[in-house]
């Protein structure tokens, strides 16, 4: 399981195919941020950019941090296809977020989409995040609620990919910010075996007070 950790296991799993991901951004950051003011953005994990490139379309100026090479040059790629206005609101980031520190009261919009990190190096950045976050600033993790494990789902991937709201928020200084969603999305995925099956993200956005 240690591999599916690491930046050879993602740069192995980005080279296998042209394109990953589907290229389209995810439903729930658009929904959760539409309304916000631009500012600056990170988005953590952000694989081949689509997200960074959706967001970045709506006037954010967004740092793209993942660990895998491969999937930073693909961001770059559609980035400049998108257009130079586009790309210019662009910065990727090649780190491990292991060790990624982001300067204080950086960010307007701090966003993970189905970053796939162990439960506590999930801890451990949610602290970092929420201290890069300005004051009125937003946290947003978009990923798999911890229910489908619960409820027998034969869904890939280890426990510590799956989580809730309450942990997260647990994981702030709850006199420093306020939950404004907690939601479970229900979608239709695959189990394990590939088969159909119905799935559950969990939607947790969080904001500082000022
Ligand atoms: C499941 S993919 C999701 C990609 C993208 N956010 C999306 O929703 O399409 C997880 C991404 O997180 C990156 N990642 C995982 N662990 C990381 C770490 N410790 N540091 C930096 N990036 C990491 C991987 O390289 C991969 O691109």
Not at 12 to 26: A, F, K, L, M, N
Not at 29 to 47: K, W
Not at 128 to 148: E, F, K, M, N, Q
Request: proline share 5%.
């Amino acid at each position: 399981m240690a591999g599916r950790f690491d930046a050879d296991f993602w740069d192995d799993r980005y080279r296998g195919r042209e394109r990953v991901w589907s290229g389209r951004p995810t439903a729930q950051l658009q929904s959760e941020t539409t309304g916000l003011s631009a500012g600056t953005a990170a988005e953590l994990g952000c694989g081949e950019g689509a997200d960074a490139i959706w967001l970045a379309r709506q006037g954010w100026r967004v740092d793209a941090v993942d660990f895998s090479p491969v999937a930073l040059a693909r961001v770059s790629e559609y980035a400049a296809q998108a257009g130079p206005d586009i790309a210019a609101r662009i910065t990727t980031i090649e780190a491990d977020l292991s060790a990624w520190s982001p300067s204080p009261n950086h960010y307007d919009l701090v966003c993970a989409q189905f970053l796939h990190v162990p439960a506590d190096l999930r801890a451990t950045l949610v602290h970092r995040a929420a201290a890069s976050v300005l004051p009125g600033g937003h946290l947003l993790l978009i990923g798999h609620d911890r229910s489908d494990l619960q409820t027998g789902v034969s869904r890939p991937g280890h426990p510590g990919l799956y989580f809730t709201g309450e942990e997260i928020f647990a994981q702030v200084d709850a006199a420093a910010w306020s939950m404004e969603t907690n939601r479970v999305v229900a979608r239709r995925g695959v189990d394990k075996s590939g088969t159909p099956t119905t799935i559950h993200d969990v939607v947790v956005r969080l904001q500082r007070r000022r």
